[in-house]
């Protein structure tokens, strides 16, 4: 396999975003790489593919600009380069969520590597003896994919769901050890900081992501393969592509977690895609047959009725 993908996000404040796009986006093009990049005044979120002589030229190029200096990315392989063109968009945030009180570029979240998390789950607690829960902040359709079979799952379909899904379940995590995990860190570090803003205790993001626990410890306690947000569908424990659906309807190639259900209105909707739906191989996975099943009376998608049909 001769094409490499990375990921790779900080939070760091980015005051001149129009002038940083238009450079971001020619050495992108100059080194002819495909992907997508968001950068927003919290930071940059990146998803490029390409050449390994490439991509290590544009991350030496990034890199020298000291807000990136310790950028680092999570790799893997394919044979074929997942995206179609090279895109860098600018964003109010590079995730989104919603909540205007967190700054994470003002601070990391507390977090745990893969060896302590697969310890701590090898023994059934954490170094202090407090149970450990796991928090899955990813959308439903990512988790059908693949999972820790212990983790809380909300069954949302957007992140911006996951602060009413908390504040209505808070009671589970007292007492306890949470660690929240995500494909590659973003999310569940934002959640990590959300988490800390409505007063929870002993909360940790996994750090690096589903991604980077497959690198260090491999699948152990997971249970299927890890949904990506580009062509290849999903990668398994060994960073390899499986043979899963494309992207649901309503997600963009390297941009995670954002989308809502067809046909919903609301807030979130602005996250629709702009091109027609990628047709799926598997159709319990397409949007028209996914019920969201979340019952929480706040959830606005918590009315348990099939998603209307894409748009053709």
């Not at 060896?115 to 899955?136: I, M, N, Y």
């Not at 050890?177 to 934002?190: D, F, H, L, N, W």
Request: charged share 25%; proline share 6%.
């Amino acid at each position: 396999m001769s094409i490499l993908n990375i990921s790779a996000y900080r939070f760091v404040s980015l005051d001149d975003l129009p002038a940083l796009r238009e450079r971001v986006l020619a050495q992108c093009h100059a080194l002819a790489l495909k992907g997508t990049i968001l950068l927003a005044p919290e930071g940059i979120n990146l998803f490029l593919a390409g050449s390994r002589e490439a991509i290590d030229a544009f991350m030496t190029w990034l890199r020298n600009d000291s807000r990136f200096a310790d950028l680092q990315a999570k790799e893997s392989l394919s044979d074929d380069v997942p995206f179609k063109r090279m895109r860098v968009r600018l964003k109010k945030e590079i995730i989104t969520l919603r909540q205007p009180t967190i700054r994470p570029e003002g601070g990391r979240a507390p977090a745990v590597d893969a060896a302590t998390l697969k310890r701590w789950l090898d023994q059934g607690h954490d170094d202090d003896g407090h149970e450990v829960v796991l928090l899955d902040t990813r959308n439903d359709y990512e988790i059908d994919v693949g999972k820790f079979p212990q983790a809380v799952d909300y069954r949302i379909s957007s992140f911006t769901e996951l602060p009413v899904a908390l504040a209505a379940d808070q009671a589970r995590y007292a007492g306890k050890t949470v660690v929240s995990y995500c494909t590659g860190g973003i999310r569940c570090e934002k959640a990590v900081l959300h988490m800390q803003d409505v007063g929870m205790q002993r909360v940790y993001q996994l750090e690096g992501g589903i991604l980077k626990y497959f690198e260090e410890v491999g699948g152990t306690h997971w249970q299927g393969d890890c949904f990506v947000f580009d062509e290849r569908g999903a990668v398994d424990k060994s960073l390899i592509p499986s043979s899963l659906p494309p992207l649901p309807s309503g997600e963009r190639a390297g941009v995670r977690g954002q989308s809502c259900a067809i046909g919903r209105s609301g807030p979130c909707s602005e996250q629709r895609s702009e091109q027609a739906p990628t047709p799926h191989l598997n159709p319990l996975l397409a949007p028209q047959n996914r019920v969201h099943p979340c019952t929480l009376p706040a959830c606005p998608g918590g009315e348990r009725k099939q998603t209307q049909k894409a748009r053709s």
